[in-house]
């Protein structure tokens, strides 16, 4: 795979495309970023711009993991204190992951939000930003309550944090993209450079398909859950026998075999007793897909097969997570 391919593939979007295909030129040492509001446990969101991390870091790229503990308080998720402690876990479980840490840098928002440059930066953004643009720019981040004061400082250091870190290239979930608009909007009035940005897509609600998948409402899977836990999710999941079911509904268990073990594993094989036809195997996401639609994989055995990976995947990350408990 060439580096464009590496850098672009399961993207969602980038922005702009003639910007990624400059960086996919020589990205050797490039810094791309991720930024997470710490918390405790990972899932499956929080994986899915992990494994565009690790195609960044194959392609030579540096990353940055950015640690969003400033925001996360502004977010209202805890005391300071909880925060940081949920940081560090944080932090363990992506190593367990399977990020190179050799290329990986994890920075601390507070190491450098508390400066004074930094604060006068912000005060300045506040100054060219209208309330409407950055709440809109907030929407998707936040939850449903009341804006407060705090959900527009928000995207505004969020903005500043891509020059402050210094990258070449910000990451985020599709959720992430109106922010990320915003610095391209915003950064050149404090005469600071445009930087590119490339979005991952958010995969549909497991059980029904529809909307997105949400670690505070439905279902979705963490690092913490046990192995039958995991396999009684999967078997729970919306999986109509073909990749583009009607309306708005997408089919999940097809998502998360596209999204998250195809780009982990080189051939993923479904076991099935011979007189089921014996095993299958895959080594594109394409021909596994295709198979479910032309009636030749049955959607019990993609659940089950997307179990096992999925299990292997998490497994750990759920190790880790014990220790730190223990
Ligand atoms: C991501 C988040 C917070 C601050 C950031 C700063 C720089 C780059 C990325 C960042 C978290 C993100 C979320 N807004 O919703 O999880």
């Known amino acids: 795979m060439d580096s464009y391919e590496l850098l672009t593939r399961n993207a969602e979007e980038v922005v702009t495309d003639e910007e990624v295909r400059d960086l996919a030129e020589d990205p050797a040492g490039k810094r791309a970023y991720v ?14 711009t992990a494994n565009k991390l690790i195609d960044l870091q194959d392609a030579g790229m540096e990353v940055v993991i950015l640690l969003a503990d400033v925001h996360a308080y502004l977010n209202e998720k805890g005391t300071f204190e909880e925060i940081r402690e949920t940081a560090e876990q944080m932090k363990a479980q992506f190593l367990a992951y399977g990020l190179d ?6 920075v601390y928002g ?12 912000l005060h300045h953004l506040e100054r060219e930003t209208t309330m409407n643009r950055a709440q809109r720019a907030m929407a998707e981040i936040q939850g449903d309550e009341t804006a407060k004061v705090s959900h527009l400082v928000y995207p505004l250091m969020q903005t500043l944090d891509i020059e402050y870190l210094d990258l070449d290239l910000a990451v985020g979930g599709l ?7 915003l610095a391209r909007e915003k950064l050149p009035d404090l005469e600071y450079e445009v930087r590119p940005a490339l979005h991952t897509p958010i995969v549909a609600d497991l059980t029904s398909g529809e909307g997105k998948m ?6 979705t ?3 913490e859950d046990s192995t039958a ?12 026998p073909t990749r583009d079911p009607e309306g708005d509904l997408e089919n999940p268990v097809l998502e998360l075999f596209e999204y998250h073990v195809f780009p982990r594993f080189d051939e993923i094989v479904v076991e099935r007793p011979e007189k089921y036809g014996g095993d299958l195997t895959y080594e594109e996401y394409e021909a596994l897909a295709a198979d479910l639609e032309s009636g030749e994989l049955h959607p019990a055995d993609a659940k089950g097969t997307l179990a096992t990976y999925l299990d292997e995947l998490i497994a750990p990350g759920r190790e880790k997570l014990r220790e730190i408990r223990d």
């Open 101 to 106: 840490e050799d290329n990986a840098e994890f």
């Open 175 to 181: 959720d992430q993209r109106k922010v990320h608009m």
């Open 229 to 240: 836990e995991l396999e009684e999710k999967v078997n729970a999941a919306f999986c109509p």
């Open 110 to 121: 507070s190491e450098f939000q508390l400066e004074e440059e930094y604060t006068l930066d």
């Open 35 to 48: 930024g997470y509001e710490p918390s405790g446990v990972l899932h499956l969101g929080h994986l899915l």
């Open 221 to 223: 899977i963490s690092m």
């Open 214 to 219: 949400s670690s505070s409402e439905g279902i």
